[in-house]
T-cell receptor, first 118, second 109 residues
Framework: ETGVTQTPRHLVMGMTNKKSLKCEQH?????MYWYKQSAKKPLELMFV???????ENNSVPSRFSPECPNSSHLFLHLHTLQPEDSALYLC?????????????????FGSGTQLSVL | GQNIDQPTEMTATEGAIVQINCTYQ??????LFWYQQHAGEAPTFLSY??LDGLEEKGRFSSFLSRSKGYSYLLLKELQMKDSASYLC??????????WGAGTKLIIKP
């Protein structure tokens, strides 16, 4: 148990569907992240929120839309996805200022949502 | 560009020792992380190295050589539960994490 919970664990959707991924952290952290993990590829950072403000958007297509209503919850809204978007989507959190270097680099991950786009 | 290289897959025997290597070329260096990820589970933090040398933590040790851009994770007395993917990541000069693709470790009885 990492303190970061993601739902659903598995999701199958068609290219015209709209769905949302949910992440909740119980660690009192103020930074939250979305990562994409594809087989045999490095983790790809998608979005970063610090204190509910989006601080990074790594050229992610607009069919992915994040939402961070408070520092404990993070959503990823999905719309008109493509088959190449099939992957494991990981949420993570960290605490700015309290990491190993006084930054926020030590991450706590959820178990992910395995997404299949048909 | 920035790059992290680690073997895609390794196989080892229960009770033995295995070394998983990671080489990196990054814009600056503020430390190297190892994470463990069991299939279908969250990656979990194993170790952090920022100075050269060996850090030991029970059956797991992590080594760093900054001059060579090289690290390894050493797992001793392998157990079946050590079957997992091991992810290497480097914190660059902008405090961005650069990830390797991971090494899948298979433990055989």
């Amino acid at each position: 148990e990492t303190g970061v919970t993601q739902t659903p664990r598995h999701l199958v959707m068609g290219m015209t569907n709209k769905k949302s991924l949910k992440c909740e952290q119980h660690l009192g952290h103020n930074a939250m992240y979305w990562y994409k993990q594809s087989a045999k590829k490095p983790l790809e950072l998608m979005f970063v929120y610090n204190f509910k403000e989006q601080t990074e958007n790594n050229s992610v297509p607009s069919r992915f839309s994040p939402e961070c209503p408070n520092s404990s919850h993070l959503f990823l809204h999905l719309h008109t996805l493509q088959p190449e978007d099939s992957a494991l989507y990981l949420c993570a959190s960290s605490q700015p200022g309290e990491g190993l270097l006084g930054t926020n680099e030590k991450l706590f991950f959820g178990s992910g949502t395995q997404l299949s786009v048909l | 560009g920035q790059n992290i290289d680690q073997p895609t897959e390794m196989t080892a025997t229960e009770g033995a020792i295995v070394q998983i290597n990671c080489t990196y070329q990054t814009s600056g260096f503020n430390g190297l992380f190892w994470y463990q990820q069991h299939a279908g589970e969250a990656p979990t933090f194993l170790s952090y190295n920022v100075l050269d040398g060996l850090e030991e933590k029970g059956r797991f040790s992590s080594f760093l050589s900054r001059s060579k851009g090289y690290s390894y994770l050493l797992l001793k007395e392998l157990q079946m539960k050590d079957s997992a993917s091991y992810l290497c990541a480097v914190l660059d000069s902008n405090y961005q994490l650069i990830w390797g693709a991971g090494t899948k470790l298979i433990i055989k009885p």
